[in-house]
């Protein structure tokens, strides 16, 4: 074979034989199983193809049991293990249902093979049945000997669940989502004496996974669901339900504090409100006594993990976009300003939002904006943008030239301090290219002189980077295409200046060359072409002019 390797090319093929039914499927799943034993998806297609199409139960279990022998830690082969077992207990409880619950079928010898011998095989999950009849009539006896048949697939599921979570979790005790996965199960199925098991699932759970936020997250989230009733996860929280998983959390506080454990937290209370306002077709953030009692109770935790020495960049924007959401102003400014002054004084993601903040103040204040306002948010930005990378501050660098692009002093200010930061880092940018959104400003706003004499300020910087080359070469290019001769002329310059820096792009020449052989002559584009193959290391790539 070919290509035996390729598991996707096999699922393919399994997927055309299965539609097409022509006779192969065995075949091929053997070879499948033969030359991938380590993945468990085989195992489990395999299975699912004997137990669904075969309706052959007995084989189902035989891979799945082989599978899991070789694959021992995979999480899905041991879910999906359960559910056949579970699914297979279910539809045999069905047809005795269909057949009208007769007495004396669930243990005389009238069965057919697969369930006799699958009854053989786990005869241990099964529980003995009392044939003695009592002397009442033959109603009471009925319903006695249904409830037992009922009672006895209750306690076989019970079984065949503990069974298999005990094998699952002696074979990958660390995997905290396999022991969920059994819980949901557990919770989603009618079984006797299932309280008892989540318990006793629960309690491993927290012995094993104590030390893990995922664990209080998911313990606390539970509380909010009711097992008893038909809601769904995402629906409105109840104020019992909520204290409940509150009571959670700050239990996990104790434990684990954490920042980690606190951003669970507050994402926790953030979701309950907004699905309660959603569920009661609220404006956000209502005043209704339920929402106002999260909010405060939220506002809180933000402190709380201030004063624990837990409070992170993301939690304190957390916090100030809170007072924002809440229209409180006034409070966002203050804790803002707090936080720049004191441990994220070079936090970027703060900043921003700090400036922003003051940028609304401005304007709600005045929205003609005076000079002092104008100043004082100018130094703001003066602050934090001479102290960090252009890299990390795109979003301040944009807002700022956004902000100012009308108050040409300030404008001119914030492009001094462009240059004398791209200066610092030899000229050059990664990731986001500040002059050219420099550029771009100054073109919409004064057009293509001013926005070509402030490209050659930045080029002029040592070793400008090649982004900024080609937004120039770029702008120059869309005017050389209405027929404009001095743009081709500077496209020209531009080429020949990136490449005393960048000769060996092999992408620059190619730009350079196809621009040539549409604007220029073929004598021109045809020396660029030798240029390239005579500066290049590796010219097999350039394209030529037949490729054109």
């Given at each position: 074979?070919?290509?035996k390797g390729d598991i996707d090319l096999w699922f393919r093929y399994l997927e055309f034989c299965r539609e097409r039914r022509n006779g192969r499927m065995k075949k091929v799943l053997a070879q499948v199983i033969r030359f991938h034993p380590k993945v468990p998806g085989v195992w489990i297609y395999a299975a699912?193809?004997?137990?669904?199409?075969?309706?052959?139960?007995?084989?189902?279990?035989?891979?799945?049991?082989?599978?899991?022998?070789?694959?021992?830690?995979?999480?899905?082969?041991?879910?999906?293990?359960?559910?056949?077992?579970?699914?297979?207990?279910?539809?045999?409880?069905?047809?005795?249902?269909?057949?009208?619950?007769?007495?004396?079928?669930?243990?005389?010898?009238?069965?057919?093979?697969?369930?006799?011998?699958?009854?053989?095989?786990?005869?241990?999950?099964?529980?003995?049945?009392?044939?003695?009849?009592?002397?009442?009539?033959?109603?009471?006896?009925?319903?006695?000997?249904?409830?037992?048949?009922?009672?006895?697939?209750?306690?076989?599921?019970?079984?065949?669940?503990?069974?298999?979570?005990?094998?699952?979790?002696?074979?990958?005790?660390?995997?905290?989502?396999?022991?969920?996965?059994?819980?949901?199960?557990?919770?989603?199925?009618?079984?006797?004496?299932?309280?008892?098991?989540?318990?006793?699932?629960?309690?491993?759970?927290?012995?094993?996974?104590?030390?893990?936020?995922?664990?209080?997250?998911?313990?606390?989230?539970?509380?909010?669901?009711?097992?008893?009733?038909?809601?769904?996860?995402?629906?409105?929280?109840?104020?019992?339900?909520?204290?409940?998983?509150?009571?959670?959390?700050?239990?996990?506080?104790?434990?684990?504090?954490?920042?980690?454990?606190?951003?669970?937290?507050?994402?926790?209370?953030?979701?309950?409100?907004?699905?309660?306002?959603?569920?009661?077709?609220?404006?956000?953030?209502?005043?209704?006594?339920?929402?106002?009692?999260?909010?405060?109770?939220?506002?809180?935790?933000?402190?709380?993990?201030?004063?624990?020495?837990?409070?992170?960049?993301?939690?304190?924007?957390?916090?100030?976009?809170?007072?924002?959401?809440?229209?409180?102003?006034?409070?966002?400014?203050?804790?803002?300003?707090?936080?720049?002054?004191?441990?994220?004084?070079?936090?970027?993601?703060?900043?921003?939002?700090?400036?922003?903040?003051?940028?609304?103040?401005?304007?709600?204040?005045?929205?003609?904006?005076?000079?002092?306002?104008?100043?004082?948010?100018?130094?703001?930005?003066?602050?934090?943008?001479?102290?960090?990378?252009?890299?990390?501050?795109?979003?301040?660098?944009?807002?700022?030239?956004?902000?100012?692009?009308?108050?040409?002093?300030?404008?001119?200010?914030?492009?001094?301090?462009?240059?004398?930061?791209?200066?610092?880092?030899?000229?050059?940018?990664?990731?986001?290219?500040?002059?050219?959104?420099?550029?771009?400003?100054?073109?919409?706003?004064?057009?293509?002189?001013?926005?070509?004499?402030?490209?050659?300020?930045?080029?002029?910087?040592?070793?400008?980077?090649?982004?900024?080359?080609?937004?120039?070469?770029?702008?120059?290019?869309?005017?050389?295409?209405?027929?404009?001769?001095?743009?081709?002329?500077?496209?020209?310059?531009?080429?020949?200046?990136?490449?005393?820096?960048?000769?060996?792009?092999?992408?620059?020449?190619?730009?350079?060359?196809?621009?040539?052989?549409?604007?220029?002559?073929?004598?021109?584009?045809?020396?660029?072409?030798?240029?390239?193959?005579?500066?290049?290391?590796?010219?097999?790539?350039?394209?030529?002019?037949?490729?054109?």
């Open positions: 074979m070919r290509y699912a193809w004997e137990f669904d199409h075969n309706l052959n139960a007995t084989a189902a279990r035989a891979l799945m049991q082989s599978g899991l022998r070789v694959c021992p830690t995979s999480e899905d082969l041991w879910v999906e293990y359960l559910r056949m077992e579970l699914t297979y207990l279910n539809k045999l409880k069905a047809r005795k249902v269909a057949l009208g619950e007769d007495e004396g079928t669930l243990i005389n010898d009238h069965r057919d093979a697969d369930e006799k011998q699958w009854r053989e095989e786990n005869k241990d999950l099964f529980m003995s049945l009392d044939e003695e009849r009592g002397s009442r009539d033959v109603s009471n006896g009925q319903n006695e000997e249904s409830k037992k048949k009922s009672d006895m697939f209750q306690e076989q599921g019970l079984s065949i669940l503990r069974t298999i979570y005990s094998g699952a979790v002696e074979a990958i005790p660390s995997r905290f989502s396999l022991r969920t996965q059994f819980f949901e199960i557990l919770e989603a199925i009618n079984l006797a004496g299932s309280k008892e098991m989540q318990k006793e699932i629960l309690s491993d759970m927290k012995r094993d996974f104590s030390a893990e936020p995922e664990y209080w997250d998911w313990l606390a989230r539970l509380e909010t669901i009711d097992s008893e009733s038909t809601q769904e996860r995402g629906t409105d929280i109840v104020p019992s339900q909520l204290q409940k998983a509150v009571q959670v959390y700050e239990e996990a506080l104790k434990f684990l504090p954490s920042a980690v454990m606190f951003n669970l937290y507050t994402k926790f209370l953030m979701d309950a409100i907004v699905s309660r306002e959603k569920t009661k077709n609220s404006e956000p953030f209502s005043t209704s006594e339920h929402t106002v009692g999260s909010l405060s109770h939220l506002l809180m935790v933000y402190e709380k993990a201030e004063n624990m020495g837990c409070l992170t960049e993301d939690l304190a924007c957390q916090h100030v976009s809170l007072y924002l959401q809440l229209g409180k102003l006034d409070e966002a400014r203050k804790l803002a300003e707090k936080f720049c002054n004191g441990k994220f004084s070079g936090a970027v993601h703060l900043w921003l939002l700090r400036v922003s903040v003051e940028m609304k103040y401005v304007t709600r204040k005045c929205p003609s904006r005076s000079k002092a306002d104008l100043l004082s948010i100018f130094e703001l930005l003066r602050n934090i943008l001479t102290k960090v990378a252009i890299s990390e501050a795109e979003g301040l660098w944009l807002m700022a030239l956004k902000f100012f692009s009308n108050h040409k002093h300030f404008f001119d200010k914030l492009v001094d301090i462009s240059l004398v930061s791209l200066a610092k880092d030899g000229g050059s940018e990664n990731g986001f290219c500040l002059s050219s959104a420099i550029v771009n400003f100054v073109l919409q706003k004064d057009g293509i002189q001013s926005a070509r004499e402030m490209y050659k300020r930045f080029l002029a910087l040592p070793r400008p980077g090649l982004p900024m080359y080609k937004i120039c070469i770029e702008l120059e290019l869309n005017l050389a295409a209405i027929n404009d001769k001095d743009c081709l002329v500077n496209a020209r310059k531009l080429f020949e200046s990136a490449l005393t820096t960048y000769d060996q792009d092999i992408n620059l020449w190619q730009d350079y060359y196809s621009m040539e052989i549409k604007m220029g002559t073929s004598e021109t584009a045809a020396a660029v072409h030798w240029r390239a193959r005579k500066k290049l290391k590796d010219a097999a790539a350039l394209i030529g002019p037949a490729q054109l």
